[in-house]
């Protein structure tokens, strides 16, 4: 048997699945807020105990890697970087922009998926139908809520937007050719995390990198503070 566990802890929201060769086992979300470390482990012995499985025969881990929020990407890549090292594992990291586009894949219109960056920004990545799936044109970037308005609009064609980007700036993003995810789209599922991540190979647990996009804010902050007194910018690591 083959059995994958996928983490997102990407977004706000704490999200586990584990899949078997027949589909998904246990699946669990968690509206956490800013709570990613303390939920976690207990949701990841959780979904093992309820499927039966015991951790020693997972076969892979998957987790989202951003963008999204700082310290929920860090628990949540540690954590897989740490069974895919003690049961000697492959990881494969997947981005939350895609995780979010993929549900709609057969919906035949373009997909923009759209992660709440906070300071007044999103990241975003816009997909166009294929005979595969979806198709990536225009690639992961973070811009104002305005900017991507413009985006879809310059398009010129029916777009799903979904994400808790799209939530948050739905007045700003709305128009005739936009339909506006719901509620249920606003983060990644870890179950659509686990589908992504079966038919791409693995990686050791030192090769998972986070795509953050942009930089902390608490970095930002510093690094303002630091211009305003004359001083130079903070050069510590990366937190929030």
């Known amino acids: 048997m083959t059995y994958l566990l996928s983490i997102d802890t990407a977004t706000p929201?704490?999200?586990?699945a584990l899949i078997g060769e027949a589909g998904p086992l246990a699946v669990v979300r968690i509206a956490g807020g800013r709570r990613h470390g303390?939920?976690?482990?207990?949701?990841?012995?959780?979904?093992?105990?309820?499927?039966?499985?015991?951790?020693s025969e997972l076969t892979k881990v998957a987790v989202d890697v951003g963008p999204g929020l700082f310290t929920g990407l860090?628990?949540?890549?540690?954590?897989a970087q740490?069974?895919?090292?003690?049961?000697g594992v492959p990881a494969v990291g997947v981005s939350s922009l895609e995780a979010l586009a993929h549900p709609q894949r057969r919906?035949?219109?373009?997909?923009?998926a759209v992660v709440d960056a906070r300071r007044h920004e999103v990241f975003r990545a816009i997909y166009a139908p294929a005979e595969a799936g979806l198709v990536e044109v225009v690639p992961a970037g973070v811009v104002t809520p305005a900017v991507l308005a413009e985006e879809l609009s310059a398009a010129g064609?029916?777009?799903i937007v979904v994400g808790d980007g799209a939530l948050?700036?739905?007045?700003?993003?709305?128009g005739p050719l936009v339909d506006l995810g719901g509620p249920l789209e606003a983060h990644p599922c870890p179950a659509v995390v686990a589908e992504l991540a079966v038919a791409r190979p693995g990686a050791a647990p030192g090769e998972l990198r986070a795509l953050y996009l942009r930089q902390a804010d608490v970095r930002i902050g510093w690094e303002q503070r630091g211009a305003a007194d004359g001083r130079p910018a903070a050069t510590g690591t990366e937190g929030g």
């Open 13 to 16: 929201q704490v999200g586990v």
């Open 168 to 174: 948050r700036y739905s007045e700003l993003l709305a």
């Open 157 to 159: 064609e029916p777009v």
């Open 74 to 79: 860090r628990v949540g890549i540690a954590t």
């Open 38 to 55: 303390e939920l976690l482990a207990p949701t990841i012995s959780w979904v093992l105990a309820t499927a039966g499985v015991r951790a």
């Open 82 to 87: 740490a069974f895919s090292a003690a049961l």
């Open 107 to 112: 919906s035949h219109r373009r997909v923009a």
